[in-house]
């Protein structure tokens, strides 16, 4: 995964970082299904704390092997984090 992602075009934002963490492997399948998850939210504050390491293991974290998953900081509101999953 890019380090960053900075996208703004009309009224579509897709943002993120990393935040504290060297997890940012994931297959590019679900690689697309995060940036169009970012599209969907439309926000500029989305920090990653990672998927998974190069040789798809995501310790400490056991749930995201493979980079099937993707861990990020809440948002301070609680309906927009709901809109996240």
């Given at each position: 995964?890019?380090?960053?992602?900075?996208?703004?075009?009309?009224?579509?934002?897709?943002?993120?970082?990393?935040?504290?963490?060297?997890?940012?492997?994931?297959?590019?399948?679900?690689?697309?299904?995060f940036?169009?998850?970012?599209?969907?939210?439309?926000?500029?504050?989305?920090?990653?704390?990672?998927?998974?390491?190069?040789?798809?293991?995501?310790?400490?974290?056991?749930?995201?092997?493979?980079?099937?998953?993707?861990?990020?900081?809440?948002?301070?509101?609680?309906?927009?984090?709901?809109?996240?999953?």
């Amino acid at each position: 995964m890019k380090d960053s992602l900075s996208y703004s075009k009309g009224e579509t934002k897709i943002y993120y970082t990393f935040h504290n963490s060297d997890r940012r492997y994931c297959s590019p399948e679900w690689y697309a299904g995060f940036i169009g998850a970012l599209g969907e939210l439309n926000r500029t504050d989305i920090q990653s704390t990672g998927m998974c390491f190069g040789d798809v293991t995501s310790y400490p974290s056991i749930s995201h092997n493979n980079g099937r998953s993707v861990d990020t900081m809440y948002l301070s509101n609680f309906e927009d984090e709901k809109r996240k999953y």
